[in-house]
């Protein structure tokens, strides 16, 4: 393959992968300002609460459960800084508490970390705006990567026809 055409290729490529970026921004956004009468709710005893491996499609992570009184799956959250300590302390087992989480339904996954919030007698023990603020990751790693995609897709063209009026200029 001559070299002008893998820039074009690379060009092309680039170019067309900053949608998938800009979805992901996308995604992030949508995920902002949840309504908790739209998730999943249970309410129940914690028969059960720690620190777990969740085995995702992303490999093993390191992430804070609670199993509540009639439930086959682990609720989590999962942190990147993996501090857990103040929910192991917020967190009693034998409390009733109320859980808004989002079923995932991956029977993969022993433990579902779309925990949204959860609330101990009307008071808030893991706020939503937790959740919210990891997922408004996504939107700075959609932008971010959807205008480095563009920029370099630009770079490569424009190195491109530079290099090609160079080789015209010192033919004639």
């Avoid at 996954?109 to 939503?128: S, T």
């Amino acid at each position: 393959m001559k070299r002008s055409t893998k820039r074009i290729t690379s060009s092309i490529v680039l170019l067309l992968s900053s949608p998938i970026y800009f979805f992901l921004a996308y995604v992030g956004y949508k995920e902002q300002n949840i309504n908790l009468k739209d998730c999943d709710v249970s309410e129940s005893v914690i028969i059960d609460k720690g620190i777990d491996y969740r085995h995702g499609t992303k490999g093993p992570a390191r992430c804070f459960y609670i199993l509540l009184e009639g439930s086959e799956k682990k609720l989590g959250v999962y942190r990147m800084l993996k501090d857990y300590q103040d929910l192991l302390v917020k967190f009693n087992i034998g409390d009733t508490v109320t859980a808004y989480f989002r079923d995932n339904n991956n029977s993969s996954e022993h433990i579902n970390i779309d925990l949204v919030q959860v609330e101990r007698n009307g008071q808030i023990l893991l706020n939503k705006k937790e959740y919210e603020r990891k997922e408004s990751s996504l939107i700075c790693i959609g932008l971010f990567g959807g205008l480095m995609s563009i920029t370099a897709s630009y770079l490569y063209y424009k190195k491109y026809r530079l290099e090609t009026k160079r080789r015209i200029s010192t033919k004639h």
